[in-house]
């Protein structure tokens, strides 16, 4: 079957505006999770969503990104006046459930670069 | 803070020779771990994880890691490594306490030469 899908790929834009990314999970996985990988860094985690619960917002390094997760499926992470250190891969994984008891499967991930 | 330390930024070896990849972390607790591995051009996937029992676990292809409480560490290794190995491998935490949460390491860059 179809694994987790990200659009765009790639995304250049200009410092200060916004920047919608997108993550299409696996059909029927509950959790939800955003990643960023800044250069020569581990992964960062940014975001969980698990069904129909308050997302963990923990890892979100400013108020400047958000995260939405409609009808349990298609998640969008927003981050407003985009900053150069904000260029980074950012990839969505998603599983059946917590990752204490379920394999994350990732998607390709959107490489966003802030010229 | 909870951290996982690869040592090992980038890795070269010779086809044949053996490998092990050093991870480390800070976390007093129970903690389940991991592997993963991304290829080039490909998507992270799991490669190995330990949630219980023989500290001892074995992988996909031939890999295998240690889980050594008493020294907080969780390395990779295997005999003999190939070419079709060259890939960057991440070592990653999930503490019991924060079951939503993986915390992954910095990745070590494996080269492998013909």
């Known amino acids: 079957g179809a694994g987790v899908s990200q659009s765009p790929s790639n995304k250049v834009t200009e410092k200060g505006k916004d920047v919608e990314l997108r993550c299409d999970p696996i059909s029927g996985h509950t959790a939800l999770y955003w990643y960023r990988q800044s250069l020569g860094q581990g992964l960062e985690f940014l975001i969980y969503f698990q069904g129909n619960s308050a997302p963990d917002k923990s890892g979100l390094p400013s108020d400047r990104f958000s995260a939405e997760r409609t009808g349990g499926s298609v998640s969008t992470l927003t981050i407003q006046r985009t900053q150069q250190e904000d260029s980074a891969v950012y990839l969505c994984a998603s599983s059946r459930g917590l990752v204490s008891s379920y394999e994350q499967y990732f998607g390709p991930g959107t490489r966003l670069t802030v010229t | 803070a909870q951290s996982v330390s690869q040592h090992n930024h980038h890795v070269i070896l010779s086809e044949a020779a053996s490998l092990e990849l050093g991870c480390n972390y800070s976390?007093?607790?129970?903690?389940?771990l991991f592997w993963y591995v991304q290829y080039p051009g490909q998507h992270l996937q799991l490669l190995l994880k330990?949630?219980?029992?023989?500290?001892l676990v074995k992988g996909i292809k031939g890999f295998e890691a240690e889980f050594i409480k008493s020294k907080f560490s969780f390395n990779l290794r295997k005999p003999s490594v190939q070419w079709s190995d060259t890939a960057e491998y991440f070592c990653?935490?999930?503490?019991?306490?924060?079951?939503?949460?993986?915390?992954f390491g910095s990745g070590t860059r494996l080269s492998i030469r013909p």
């Open positions: 976390y007093g607790g129970t903690v389940n």
């Open positions: 330990y949630f219980s029992g023989d500290p």
């Open positions: 990653a935490v999930n503490p019991y306490s924060s079951a939503s949460k993986i915390i």
